[in-house]
T-cell receptor, first 115, second 115 residues
Framework: QQQVKQSPQSLIVQKGGISIINCAYENTAFDYFPWYQQFPGKGPALLIAIRPDVSEKKEGRFTISFNKSAKQFSLHIMDSQPGDSATYFCAAPTNRAPGANNLFFGTGTRLTVIP | GAGVSQTPSNKVTEKGKYVELRCDPISGHTALYWYRQSLGQGPEFLIYFQGTGAADDSGLPNDRFFAVRPEGSVSTLKIQRTERGDSAVYLC?????????????FGPGTRLTVL
């Protein structure tokens, strides 16, 4: 059972373009929505995260848009650069224990930014 | 060290053998997580420790898998009677607090190959 559904599976963007990755969830009890970035041979690293009490969060070129009613959130990468080429995962906490931090991850989006 | 470290980085073993994978979390982090990542997939939660105790082991696939954290710092994931389906990257993460929203810092992983 996929707790968070991520799309697209892969994405190719020209340098300078906007990369958009989407994630949908079912459990309305989720209270934290991080995006992780992973380079080959490395562990995932937190990129940006949002709580459901706000609709948008921006950090530099990275923005999360959150739609609580639709149970969706998305990552926007503005002015995409070749160095952004990586796999991106959305995630949400399992909430097996209230407030617990164990994460469900999406299946990932492989982003390639071409020069 | 500054980050989460995992040893070995690669482990090749034969079907039926026993393996141990080690995780050294960031100093002072009380929460420690093990995840498993198969090729082309997102990390899947295995077990979470708060201090020395396993607070949630619901992700362990079967009783061949168990993990310990005897002194509340280093953790070892142990797999008995390995099977080819156990081949994956095993990731360890730690966070300052187990509360939802606290950043999980991942190690580089141990790539396990069962022949």
């Amino acid at each position: 059972q996929q707790q968070v559904k991520q799309s697209p599976q892969s994405l190719i963007v020209q340098k300078g373009g906007i990369s958009i990755i989407n994630c949908a969830y079912e459990n309305t009890a989720f209270d934290y929505f991080p995006w992780y970035q992973q380079f080959p041979g490395k562990g995932p690293a937190l990129l940006i995260a949002i709580r459901p009490d706000v609709s948008e969060k921006k950090e530099g070129r990275f923005t999360i848009s959150f739609n609580k009613s639709a149970k969706q959130f998305s990552l926007h990468i503005m002015d995409s650069q070749p160095g952004d080429s990586a796999t991106y995962f959305c995630a949400a906490p399992t909430n097996r224990a209230p407030g617990a931090n164990n994460l469900f991850f999406g299946t990932g989006t492989r982003l390639t930014v071409i020069p | 060290g500054a980050g989460v470290s995992q040893t070995p980085s690669n482990k090749v073993t034969e079907k039926g053998k026993y393996v141990e994978l080690r995780c050294d979390p960031i100093s002072g982090h009380t929460a420690l997580y093990w995840y498993r990542q198969s090729l082309g997939q997102g990390p899947e939660f295995l077990i979470y420790f708060q201090g020395t105790g396993a607070a949630d082991d619901s992700g362990l696939p079967n009783d061949r898998f168990f993990a310990v954290r005897p002194e509340g710092s280093v953790s070892t994931l142990k797999i008995q009677r390995t099977e080819r389906g156990d081949s994956a990257v095993y990731l360890c993460a730690s966070s300052q607090s187990p509360t939802s929203g606290h950043t999980q810092y991942f190690g580089p992983g141990t790539r396990l190959t069962v022949l």
